[in-house]
């Protein structure tokens, strides 16, 4: 167990919808990554926030937005589905604001737009 | 961008030590070497980190020679829960002014 939280553990919805994922990083840490990972593809870094403030970003549409609140969870929106958008999101935390200091990451999300 | 380069895959039996080596010819100084596992379906996991050297901890030893250009994780005795995809990355402790890349990593198949 990480100590990084997500949920839902998975969502099913339509095309054109609106979810939102929600992401709680271990105790302490400030930094937190979204990534989006489907099938049979590596890790796309989305974007990073470091104690409530966007640090940077990755390859991140603009469909999507992210935010992290003042108790550090964050939460991924992703707006006007398209059935490309499936895939699993993980949630990682990490201590420091660098990439490559040590990541902690979530068990994900498996979103699923039918 | 210190791109990486590593294997596809590889494939091993149970009990026998693998060793994959990461390509990263233009590492900066401030640089360290990271190694990611990921199991399907889960988040990745952080494995093992070095900037030069050999580091070694309860799961790996990476190895880097003084140039740096490379560097190998060495996982002794694997064993068919060791199946899974290692990621190399390489980049700075601080700062975030490069892309931040995965990239496919390496599918280690461990056969009984």
């Known amino acids: 167990d990480s100590g990084v939280t997500q949920t839902p553990k998975h969502l099913i919805t339509a095309t054109g919808q609106r979810v939102t994922l929600r992401c709680s990083p271990r105790?302490?840490?400030?930094?937190v990554y979204w990534y989006q990972q489907s099938l049979d593809q590596g890790l796309q870094f989305l974007i990073q926030?470091?104690?409530?403030?966007?640090?940077a970003k990755g390859n991140i549409l603009e469909r999507f937005s992210a935010q992290q609140f003042p108790d550090l969870h964050s939460e991924l929106n992703l707006s006007s589905l398209e059935l490309g958008d499936s895939a699993l999101y993980f949630c990682?935390?990490?201590?420091?604001?660098?990439?490559?200091?040590?990541?902690?990451f979530g068990p994900g999300t498996r979103l699923t737009v039918l | 961008l210190a791109k990486t380069t590593q294997p596809i895959s590889m494939d091993s039996y149970e009990g026998q030590e693998v060793n994959i080596t990461c390509s990263h010819n233009?590492?900066?100084?401030?640089?360290?070497i990271t190694w990611y596992q990921q199991f399907p379906s889960q988040g990745p996991r952080f494995i093992i980190q070095?900037?030069?050297?050999?580091v070694t901890n309860e799961v790996a030893s990476l190895f880097i020679p003084a140039d740096r250009k490379s560097s190998t994780l060495s996982l002794p005795r694997v064993s068919l829960s060791d199946t899974a995809v290692y990621y190399c990355?390489?980049?700075?402790?601080?700062?975030?002014?490069?892309?931040?890349?995965w990239g496919l990593g390496t599918s280690l198949a461990v056969n009984p």
């Open positions: 990682a935390s990490s201590e420091l604001a660098g990439f490559y200091n040590e990541q902690f």
């Open positions: 105790s302490g840490d400030l930094s």
């Open positions: 926030y470091y104690n409530g403030e966007e640090r």
């Open positions: 233009n590492i900066a100084t401030n640089d360290y």
């Open positions: 070095g900037y030069k050297t050999k």
């Open positions: 990355l390489v980049g700075p402790h601080a700062g975030n002014n490069r892309k931040l890349i």
